[in-house]
């Protein structure tokens, strides 16, 4: 079964719904925030038998953590918005479990933004999408694909394209 992991869920989930209904259900769907979900969260989290976990990434909820606990090896997509901790949490992460797909805000100046897009692509990683977050001056919302997982979703790198 494919994990699809969500962090910093601010009780918008529906991201995390659509993907359970393309997959008929079929996906084990595991979301993180630093407070608690409100009961409508809840009760569509259970409906859909997500996992919910509670806590600060990565000072009080670690992911490893929630892997263990989700009985999860792998991650096809890492969502990610844990307002600039992604600095500190995701590279650990990516080094230890297999992540087809990351979907993050990445916070801070351009240098900090710079460092990270560094780390992601040294791991692998190659962005396919990049949005500037028009409610927050120094965030932008980056796509990137594990280059394993490029013959699955059938994608071509374009730089061997261009020439």
């Known amino acids: 079964m494919r994990s699809m992991m969500s962090l910093g869920l601010n009780d918008q989930i529906q991201f995390d719904e659509e993907i359970q209904s393309i997959t008929d259900y079929r996906c084990n769907i595991i979301g993180a925030d630093m407070a608690r979900q409100n009961a409508t969260t809840q009760e569509k989290y259970a409906k859909m038998k997500g996992q919910l976990f509670v806590g600060n990434v990565p000072d009080t909820l670690k992911l490893y953590r929630m892997m263990i606990d989700s009985e999860s090896k792998e991650v096809e997509i890492l969502k990610i918005d844990i307002e600039s901790s992604e600095h500190a949490a995701l590279e650990p992460f990516l080094k230890n479990y297999f992540v087809c797909q990351i979907l993050i805000e990445i916070h801070g100046l ?52 261009i020439t």
């Open 110 to 161: 351009p240098a900090k933004q710079l460092e990270m897009l560094r780390k992601i692509s040294r791991l692998g990683f190659r962005m396919f999408n990049f949005e500037r977050n028009p409610s927050c001056t120094i965030c932008c919302e980056y796509s990137f694909i594990n280059e394993m997982c490029m013959s699955r979703y059938q994608v071509i790198p374009m730089v061997s394209l």
